[in-house]
């Protein structure tokens, strides 16, 4: 239901932060527990999941989630230990995509990153050490692809 509300109540509901005339009542997001990806040959071999281990900052959890959902991530893995929880500072970094795609977590990111190489998929890491292949030259034909992010 939309309410009015005056410029004060405004400020006393959000407790004085920015609201830019706007205030939302929702229910905390949770992430969904997962253990494993479904296997490789049930997806479409063009997609890509997000795997992000220890992003502590909840700003850059929801950049994260925001620019996965403009690439079209198939969905978001985070594990349920050292990483940020979802909280207001994540859902406003990401722009809305925390409120519209799958997040899921996992209880040990090795275990689950090697479930998911057993079901099949192909686990990518982000590096820019020397000798790290460019992602333009990973081959578009090697299946579904979980891509791996660390920490800050």
Known sequence: TVHAASKHDLNMLTDNRPHQGVVLDAEALEFE???????????????????LDE?????????????ALFLGAGGVVTCARNSAPLSAAVSKASA???????????????????????????????AGEEGAVAAASVPADIGPILVVLGNE
């Open 96 to 126: 809305g995509a925390a409120e519209t795609m799958l997040l899921h977590s996992c209880r040990s990111m090795p275990r689950f990153l090697g479930r998911c190489v057993e079901a099949g998929w192909t686990v990518l890491g982000a």
């Open 33 to 51: 527990p997962l253990d494993v990806l479904p296997d490789a040959m049930s997806v479409p071999p063009s997609t890509v999941w997000l795997a």
């Open 55 to 67: 992003v502590m900052d909840p700003q850059n959890l929801g950049a994260m989630l925001r620019s």
